[in-house]
């Protein structure tokens, strides 16, 4: 059967995107009209002509035959914002799965009745002198939101009001307060359209040295040209990426064209953010997950209308819609929170290239430590690859120290803490400088190690960690095999085998308990549930408030804390044991920012790796900061294993409230595959059936398969093969999610 009628949506600034229209296609336009197609149609009583969007295509319809119209025409492949938009969920929808109205809604703003954010800024009214007064009077009386907003003020001449609501958390009580005080003007940011050019910041301008002069001529030298290239910044925190970024974006704006900067929130820090408004004024806005929906909209509308030409924010930053785009810069491009948790799972990397296409934009990729899959890119000589190895700022690596645990163990110490790491904690805490002990937690899956010789519980198949059950078993979470939890360790028979126990809380209570008095904050998923927590545990660190801060890989990214001259890494191979391929990689890249903490001010700094597992390579290569020498271990084993890059796998979850259905149709969608396809599609492997890692949330079952392949365009026809079978034969209550490359285990 063909299709012969579409959904289409008329209106796609419309709150509910679910309202669509029925259409047939005439039958010359059979065949052409596809999912995403722009089309003209009769609307409504009078047969007003209208332009709408084909969602999806079907062989039956819903209503009465007789009353459904016909499309009338396709209109031109669009150049219109909202053209490009539907291309791109149209784009998602083919390669990461779920329904075009899912990925519609990822791509378009949702237009909610929110009444319109009015953007003000805050400008200085006050002389120096006062204002200085002003600002000691707060500090006395511990006003300290107050003190905040003056202190800036005493550093530039505007801030936009939403910066100062938003990332810094003052209350619009303290600014209502402090404009009452004279101290300061809140104005409407159009009655000072430009405010860098009302007063030009020559003094911030840096000379670029020859290493970034060499990646900005190249980048707006071809972009001039008509060249569009991805790029690859590999450089060292501190080697002057941002500059980069900078001075390449102010290029484009100059030219009409605007940017998108991508950062992971955790990493956008306050710096980061100022150097941005101070660069750009209210011509940059940011994007960020504590905006309301209606806010979103309204950035969205700011871009739309040509009112900002820089947009900075995580993921969901990247659907801005500018007309004329020039750039986008994925910052910190190896993190996982690229990777969208919920359907439809895009990476956003990945979609950034193809976002960068459909507006011909060129694509810039940073990192110090870049994702294998990046790195194998430019190797290829798919991407073009800059370094920058020079610290700017500064402040020399760190020594580090790898200490072999299993020879603490030999020598009888049973202690979380090796013997060196509690020597240079006690020398730091008698110097009054600051330390930070992380708590590799990261993936933690509770995985099966041996104390004395080091050895990780593989899976003979999938050769990555197996994760302990409950039921005395252990369980690989690609392929399902398991086997008894071995109560010796079947490579040097000793009984201290079995998971790493201890968490931040246990670590913060030793810290006390050997160092009387110390003053610790901790900083992991239960202290900062609340909103501003993380920003505030920072502060107070940063403010030396605490002369030990304890935390999880939260504590890696973003902020600098001159004063630490000390990084402890307890248990660096807890992350090796997350029983997914990407377990060596994210280690790396976590020991790598851990150890780059220490020494970031005038004084060096010192790093301790505590490790069962000192010979492997993420560690070793992490400790003499070797990415050439890490990258080359790994790509070995991805290439032997077939896992990304140079394979490619598509996880396929079932999710269920009846445990035995949920079981038998993950089982059936399994076999379909191996019965109806495994000839016509290119080469593809399934893996499992099995439990999914968290099998059970809130009494729904989760169960998985895997299909690997070497292309991936196979594992986008299986896919579309696997919707298909779901929509045709009805799915029994149990939903399906699909997963293309997945940076975690189901
Ligand atoms: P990254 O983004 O790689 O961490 P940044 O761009 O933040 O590096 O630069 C690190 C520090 O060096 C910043 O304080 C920045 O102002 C400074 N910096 C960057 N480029 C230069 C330069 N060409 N000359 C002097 N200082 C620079
Ligand atoms: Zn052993
Ligand atoms: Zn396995």
């Not at 006050?126 to 003020?153: D, F, P, W, Y």
């Not at 670029?208 to 008509?226: C, M, P």
Request: hydrophobic letters at 35%; one cysteine or more.
């Amino acid at each position: 059967m063909a299709f012969i009628y579409a959904d289409v949506i008329v209106d796609i600034s419309h709150e509910k995107l679910d309202k669509t229209f029925e259409y047939r296609i005439p039958e010359n336009l059979l065949g052409k009209v596809e999912v995403g197609s722009s089309v003209i149609i009769p609307f409504g009583k009078g047969d007003r002509k209208l332009k709408g969007y084909c969602v999806a295509l079907k062989e039956k319809c819903d209503f009465d035959p007789a009353r459904i119209k016909d499309i009338c025409s396709l209109t031109e492949k669009g150049v219109s914002i909202e053209d490009k938009m539907i291309e791109l969920a149209g784009w998602i929808k083919r390669n990461y799965g779920g329904t075009m109205i899912s990925a519609l809604k990822t791509v378009l703003p949702a237009k909610t009745s929110v009444k319109q954010l009015e953007h003000k800024t805050v400008v200085r009214a006050m002389e120096n002198e006062a204002l200085i007064s002003l600002l000691g009077e707060c500090e006395r009386k511990h006003q300290t939101s107050k003190a905040k907003v003056l202190r800036e003020l005493l550093e530039r001449d505007f801030i936009p009001r939403e910066f100062l609501t938003g990332k810094l958390g003052i209350s619009p009580q303290s600014i209502l307060s402090l404009e009452k005080a004279g101290a300061l003007k809140v104005l409407e940011s159009k009655s000072l359209r430009n405010p860098v050019k009302v007063k030009e910041k020559t003094g911030q301008r840096k000379i670029l040295s020859k290493a970034q002069k060499l990646i900005v001529d190249t980048v707006t030298d071809e972009y001039r040209r008509g060249i569009r290239n991805t790029y690859l910044i590999h450089g060292i925190t501190g080697s002057g990426k941002t500059e980069v970024y900078m001075n390449i974006i102010e290029d484009m704006v100059l030219q009409g064209k605007q940017a998108i900067f991508l950062i992971p929130e955790i990493a956008l820090t306050y710096q980061t953010l100022i150097r941005f408004y101070d660069r750009f004024g209210d011509r940059v806005s940011v994007m960020n997950s504590t905006l309301s929906p209606g806010e979103k909209y309204d950035q969205c509308m700011r871009a739309k209308n040509g009112d900002i030409d820089v947009i900075i924010g995580p993921r969901s930053a990247l659907f801005v819609p500018f007309k004329n785009l020039g750039i986008i810069v994925v910052d910190e491009e190896h993190e996982g929170s690229y990777k969208s948790e919920s359907t439809p799972k895009y990476n956003a990397r990945e979609t950034a290239e193809e976002v960068a296409k459909i507006n011909n934009a060129s694509l810039i990729l940073g990192s110090a430590t870049p994702s294998v899959d990046s790195f194998y890119k430019a190797e290829k000589g798919l991407i073009k690859k800059f370094e920058l190895n020079e610290r700017l700022t500064g402040g020399s690596l760190p020594t580090v120290y790898t200490v072999d645990m299993r020879e603490e163990l030999k020598a009888g110490n049973r202690s979380i803490f090796s013997e060196i790491l509690s020597d240079l904690m006690l020398e730091r805490l008698n110097r009054n400088e600051q330390i930070i002990l992380f708590l590799n937690r990261r993936g933690y899956a509770g995985f099966i190690s041996c104390r004395s010789c080091g050895k990780v519980v593989k899976c003979p198949h999938c050769d990555v960690s197996m994760t302990e059950h409950l039921n005395g078993k252990i369980v690989c979470h690609y392929c399902g095999y398991e086997e008894r939890k071995p109560s010796k360790c079947p490579q040097c028979g000793s009984g201290f085998i079995g998971g790493f126990k201890a968490g931040t809380e246990q670590i913060e209570m030793k810290v006390r308990e050997m160092f009387p008095g110390v003053r610790t904050l901790r900083m992991d998923g239960d202290t900062t549930k609340t909103k501003d927590s993380y920003e505030k545990i920072l502060s107070a660190f940063s403010n030396g408030e605490a002369d030990v801060l304890i935390g999880t890989q939260m504590i890696v990214k973003g902020h600098d804390f001159p004063n630490v001259t000390l990084v402890g890494v307890i248990a660096a191979d807890m992350s090796l044991g997350s029983g997914d391929y990407m377990s060596s990689e994210r280690t790396f890249q976590l020991l790598t920012q851990a150890v780059g903490r220490a020494g970031r001010g005038e004084k060096p700094g010192e790093a301790v790796i505590q490790t069962y597992q000192p010979d492997h390579y993420a560690v070793i290569c992490s400790a003499t900061g070797d990415y050439r020498g890490f990258y080359n271990e790994e790509i070995a084993y991805r290439d032997l294993m077939d896992y990304p890059p140079t394979g490619h796998m598509l996880a396929v979850c079932v999710f269920g409230k009846n445990e035995a259905e949920c079981v038998k149709f993950t089982g059936t969608l399994a076999k379909t595959l191996k019965v109806d396809y495994n000839c016509t599609f290119g080469e593809f492997k399934i893996i499992g059936p099995v439990a999914a890692r968290v099998s059970k949330i809130n009494d729904v079952y989760r169960y998985v398969f895997y299909v690997k392949s070497k292309d991936r365009e196979v594992l986008v026809d299986v896919k579309d093969h696997l919707e298909k079978y779901v929509n045709d034969t009805g799915n029994f209550g149990n939903m399906v999610q699909y997963d293309f490359d997945p940076v975690n285990s189901f």
